[in-house]
C-alpha cells in the first residue's frame, strides 16, 4: 500500500471515531449511514460535507475490500483528495471558533448621541452598524438601512426636508421595528455555529461578539452575513447556492 492510501485512511478513521463518539458508538453502523444521520443534526457541520464524505467513503471501500494483492490497491488517493479530507478533518474535529478570527475593536455610541452626530460618521468612517447603550447597557442596533428607513419615515407630505434637531440615536430606536436585528455571541462560539443564526433567523444583520455573549459586556468583535459566507468560510457559500 502507498503512502497516499496509509494518510487517507488514517484521516478516514480519525473521522471515523469521531463520527462514531458523536452518536455515542453505535453498534455496526457503517460510515456512510453515521454521515448521512449526523448531516441531520443541524448543530453539526456534517450536512455541509455530506456528499464528499460519502463519495470518499466509496474510495476507502475500494481501496480496503478490493485489494488485488497484499502490497496492491485498486484505487490510490491522489493528493486533491487527502488534503481535502484532511480539510474537512479539521473543520469537524478542530472548528475554528470565533475569536480571534473576528477580534476587532467595535465602537459603541450612548442613546444621547445625536443623529448630525452619527450621519458625520456615516459619512466620514463608512460606519454601518451602531450599536446602542445606557451608561453601559445596551439598547439595541441602528443600522445604515434602519437608520436610511427611520428618515424616510420623518418626510411629511410634500416636504423634503427633514428636522434632525435635537433627534438622537434613542430617537429611531424607539420606532425601529426591526428590533431583533443582532445576536451576541461569546468568545469561544464556533464560527459554523454563527454561519447557522444567519441561515435561521434572516432578521439578523449583526452578531457582537462578548467574552461571555452577555449584551452588556465589552464588545470584542462583529460579524456580519458576509464575512462568513462569502469572506471566510467558502464551504458554507457553496451549500447555501
Known sequence: MGKNAEDFLACFNRIDK???????????????????RLARQSHLQVHVYENDLLQIAQLRNAIVH??????????EPNEWVINRLKEIETQLLEPERVIPV??????????TTSL??????VNSKRYSQFPIYDRGKFLGLITAHGLGLWMASQCQANQLVIDLANKTAEDV???????????????DTYIYQVAHIFM???TVETVFITKDGHPDGNLIGIIRPKDIMLGYYKDWRAFIQ
Open 18 to 36: 469521531w463520527m462514531q463518539s458523536q452518536l455515542q458508538n453505535p453498534n455496526n453502523m457503517g460510515f456512510s449511514e453515521m454521515t448521512r
Open 66 to 75: 478490493d485489494r488485488i494483492a497484499t502490497d496492491f490497491v485498486i484505487a
Open 102 to 111: 473576528f477580534k476587532k475593536y467595535v465602537t459603541g455610541f450612548e442613546k
Open 116 to 121: 448630525t452626530d452619527i450621519l458625520r460618521i
Open 173 to 187: 430606536l424607539k420606532t425601529d421595528r426591526r428590533r431583533h436585528n443582532y445576536q451576541f455571541v461569546s468568545s
Open 200 to 202: 435561521e433567523k434572516p
